[in-house]
């Protein structure tokens, strides 16, 4: 009689005698080892029973697996790792975390020594001799004896600065992109353009449109240039203003259109409004321009605009400041004219700069922990990298604290942010996914 296994497991077919006794015989068999001879059941539960302990011990043991050591990789792999890769690694993280500090450091430092040395003149009438070599800040309204004009338009301004503005009313086409994939995977990109009516700064020649048409023809009702002028004798008290310092001063105050004589050849085409003046091919509609038309307008720099400058007294002229500590020359134009600590504070690194650096000696340092060996059981349940990053940020913080000592509220409140990310971090990598 021959017994199958999935006779042996139905409950039905041990019911019979038969069953039983081939049942027996077969447990019989299986009780003898390869020699022949016949093993003890007590003995061999006893086995089982300690293999089946010495499983959940594995098991146990198999949650956290050992990290990866430096012997079981390539030689040539570690080699290129901790000769080439790791040193890099280091000096990223050396100018993301301590030069990055100590730079900014230095730079608040000495502008705040300047500041402190520059002395603010209150009246800018004269000159004082005695300052003659020093950092100096004046602040007040310039001021000129020309009267800027615009001839062609019969405009004439006592001003320090005039400015003509003109913008055309033109056809403009926008390029556009998008990546597909077609139906076996393949991805392809696809290019098309739109157009839009706009007010640019200059005319737009359709006839360069991938897309021409002509329901995307452009023209000029007229071409005028952008004009920009600043008085040659511009002065704030007793210093000669440079026109280069007033090339970037805004002018805020616009022209009164009505004032404007235009020109024979526009005028009848043209039509004040707002600050504007608009000129078509036809009388031209403000509120609905058509392509073609032209608007222009003027502005200047109100009489009692203000400005301020940092820079050093040489005599009546106003030259940098040298400052070895900032490796560059210190001169500060604002308009209007800010506080000098203000000003001065433009030379230093600002927020988004300093984190950037920060985070990227945080990232470069990340690696180089992971590969030392062991690392991984200093936090358990947590491997290389996890490990790796959570002490990343603890380092980072750790930094901050020591070179931002000439800011202690901001040191602490920018290395608590990093350990409130170690923190994070922590908790994240240790918890299961």
Not at 52 to 65: A, F, V
Not at 296 to 302: A, G, L, R
Not at 378 to 389: D, H, K, Q, V, Y
Request: aromatic share 8%; glycine share 6%.
């Amino acid at each position: 009689m021959t017994i199958h296994k999935e006779d042996l497991d139905d409950e039905d077919s041990l019911l019979t005698p038969e069953v039983r006794a081939a049942l027996r015989e077969r447990q019989e068999q299986e009780g003898q080892d390869d020699d022949g001879e016949y093993d003890d059941g007590d003995d061999a539960g006893e086995e089982e029973d300690d293999d089946t302990g010495d499983g959940e011990d594995d098991g146990e043991q198999q949650d956290t697996p050992p990290p990866a050591d430096d012997d079981d990789m390539p030689w040539f792999v570690t080699l290129v790792k901790w000769l080439v890769a790791a040193p890099i690694c280091l000096l990223l993280a050396y100018l993301g975390l301590v030069f990055n500090e100590q730079e900014s450091a230095t730079r608040r430092n000495a502008l705040n020594r300047l500041a402190q040395e520059t002395t603010e003149l209150q009246d800018i009438s004269t000159v004082t001799p005695a300052l003659n070599g020093r950092p100096v800040y004046i602040h007040g309204t310039p001021q000129t004896d020309k009267v800027l004009t615009d001839p062609e338009f019969g405009i004439r301004v006592p001003t320090v600065k005039l400015c003509r503005n003109v913008e055309y009313y033109q056809w403009t086409e926008t390029r556009h992109t998008s990546k597909k994939k077609d139906e076996d995977g393949r991805e392809y990109t696809t290019t098309y353009y739109t157009h839009s009516k706009e007010w640019v700064s200059h005319p737009v020649n359709s006839r360069l449109f991938k897309e021409s048409s002509r329901s995307y023809t452009n023209t000029c009702a007229c071409r005028k240039d952008a004009l920009s002028g600043v008085a040659a004798d511009a002065r704030l008290g007793a210093f000669p203003l440079d026109k280069a310092w007033l090339e970037d001063i805004p002018c805020t105050t616009n022209v009164d259109p009505a004032t404007v004589k235009l020109p024979e050849d526009i005028r009848p085409r043209s039509l004040a409004h707002d600050k504007y003046i608009y000129v078509g091919t036809a009388p031209p509609k403000p509120r609905q321009p058509r392509v073609g038309d032209v608007r222009i307008w003027w502005s200047y720099v109100p009489q009692d605009a203000s400005m301020g400058i940092i820079a050093q007294q040489d005599g009546t002229d106003l030259v940098p400041i040298p400052c070895p500590d900032l490796e560059e020359d210190v001169f500060k134009v604002s308009f209007p004219g800010d506080d000098k600590v203000k000003m001065l504070g433009e030379y230093t690194l600002s927020r988004w700069e300093l984190w950037v650096y920060r985070l990227l000696g945080a990232l470069a340092l990340i690696p180089v922990l992971a590969w030392v060996p062991g690392v991984g059981r200093l936090i358990p349940r947590m491997g290389n990298w996890s490990t790796a990053c959570v002490l990343a940020c603890a380092v980072s913080g750790i930094c901050l604290l020591l070179f931002e000592t000439d800011r202690p509220a901001d040191a602490a409140i920018d290395s608590a942010a990093f350990f409130l990310a170690a923190l994070l971090l922590w908790r994240k990598l240790r918890s299961p996914f």
